[in-house]
């Protein structure tokens, strides 16, 4: 599992709400049975967005935001199929998390 890796929910009771997942996690700690995620959410879905906390991603072609403000950690068998690597995102990705921790 790689950090910024996007996978598919493979829950169903919640995949309708979070279709996918963003592992934001480090690889350097792979001694957990979960992984630190974002849910990546269909954008409409989420009401008002703030640009610098949620960003838009492209997902396989679809957009989709980034619902920081919801930063979970799922066990990994909730992590389903990979759906992109969204490594060159990285700087979009840390401003967010950077922004919710830190307002900055």
Not at 31 to 56: D, T, W, Y
Not at 68 to 85: C, E, F, R
Not at 86 to 100: G, H, P, Q, S
Request: hydrophobic share 50%; proline share 9%; with cysteine.
């Amino acid at each position: 599992m790689s950090q910024f890796h996007v996978y598919a929910n493979a829950d169903p009771a919640s995949r309708h709400e979070v279709p996918c997942w963003l592992n934001v996690q480090s690889d350097l700690i792979d001694i957990a049975e979960s992984r630190v995620v974002v849910p990546l959410i269909v954008p409409g879905q989420a009401g008002p967005v703030l640009s610098r906390l949620m960003p838009l991603l492209s997902v396989a072609g679809k957009p989709m935001v980034m619902d920081t403000a919801q930063i979970t950690n799922v066990p990994m068998q909730m992590l389903g199929k990979p759906l992109a690597d969204l490594a060159d995102d990285r700087l979009l990705i840390i401003e967010a998390l950077d922004f919710l921790t830190h307002g900055i």
